[in-house]
């Protein structure tokens, strides 16, 4: 018998769906060659940086204070870098941020955690809209506080309202919303934000206390033509803004992003001290040095979007015409096609026969679902193709 928290052992030994069918796909490609692999599992931007991501580093390793760029910064993330983000998101979003608003984060998942850890007293709930990215119930629960789920609109995937406002009462500490969403690609429309801020300040007048709205938005620039996505600040005074550029400048491996905590929310410097202490608690210290400088340089930059665009026309259009069931994608590079038998499981087994990996969607608290990552060559997505039509007739679409 160890004598070690069973629910952490548990963690560690199961891995996320996605990374298991990853390291499938990995064992298959060494069997058959990469290039019969067709694996859409992960969300691993497939395009490269800007390249004002490497010019900035290497300006900064050149530069005379090359070496200092490797020693500690001060805990919240450096000042410069503070000024120099708040100054970009001022011009970009048309709000007034300062740096004492900012609180630089190892990506939106620390971001995500130091906000839980901040805010969560015991007892409280954080309600999460489904489908939603399957480490948010781990981290609502491992920083104290308790998850509950509100189920979709299946037809258009933006929020069930009379859900929502069942599921919020007087231990609702927040809201969590990610639009553009892993996996649905949905966003919230401004209709959808306004009903959203409506029914939160209604509850938060009648409970007494502010409920926040925790935004999680790693992937606000993967935006589609045709579409836009609404600053929810805008719509909604109390909401922590937690941003990555893990996506939109395709810098995953290195951990960077940030928590906004905007002067208009409550208890706006209390909520800002309880996210530092928390960083403290969860033993971050500072994100990464070099790359804040990047993430202040290029903020508001993007990589090549355009493979997204084509991957996704073509999926959508290709699946949809052979009779699947799909969320358009508005953002991200994920498309959510609806199983055609009701475990999808079944479907994602079927079609890891042929070698086309995508996981099912139960663990976003979708069943029935599975989600298929884009962020691939578009070759790739052309040879998958003719499979989903292979697929499509042996289940009788
Ligand atoms: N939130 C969502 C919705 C995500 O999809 C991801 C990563 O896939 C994250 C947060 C975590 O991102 P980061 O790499 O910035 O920690």
Known sequence: MSNLPENMVQLGSRRNIMREIREYGLIRAREVGAENVL?????????????QVNDTIRAILDSPQGDSIHAYTTAQGDLAVRESLAASLTRRFGMHYGPDDLYITVGAAAGLCCCFRALACPGDEFVLMAPYFTEYDIFVRGNGGI?????????????????????????????????PNNPSGAIYSAETLTAMADLLRRKAAEYGHPIYLISDEPYR????????????????????VCYSYSKSISLPGERIGYVLVGEKVA??????????????VLGYVNAPSLFQRVAAACDGLTSD?????????????????????????????????????????????????????????????????????????????????????????????
């Open 147 to 179: 998850p509950v789920v509100v189920p979709p609109d299946y037809d258009t995937f933006q929020p069930d309202m009379k859900a929502l406002e069942a599921a919020i009462g007087p231990k609702t500490k927040a809201l969590v919303v990610n639009s």
């Open 39 to 51: 694996d859409f599992s992960l969300g691993n931007p497939s395009v490269p940086p800007p390249p």
């Open 221 to 240: 620039e993967i935006v589609f033509q045709g579409f836009t996505v609404p600053w929810i600040p805008n719509f909604y005074d109390d909401t922590l």
């Open 267 to 280: 208890e706006h410097k209390a909520v800002y001290a309880a996210i530092c202490g928390a960083g403290r």
């Open 305 to 397: 979007l355009s493979i997204y665009q084509t991957n996704r026309d073509l999926l959508y259009n290709g699946l949809t015409s052979m009779g699947y069931t799909c969320v358009e994608p508005g953002g991200t590079f994920y498309l959510l096609l609806k199983s055609p038998v009701p475990d999808a499981n079944e479907f994602c087994k079927r079609a890891q026969a042929y070698d086309l990996l995508f996981p099912p969607t139960d663990d976003f608290a979708c069943p029935g679902w599975c989600r298929i990552a884009f962020c691939t060559t578009t070759e790739q997505v052309q040879k998958a193709l003719p499979i989903f039509k292979k697929l499509a007739e042996e289940y009788g679409l």
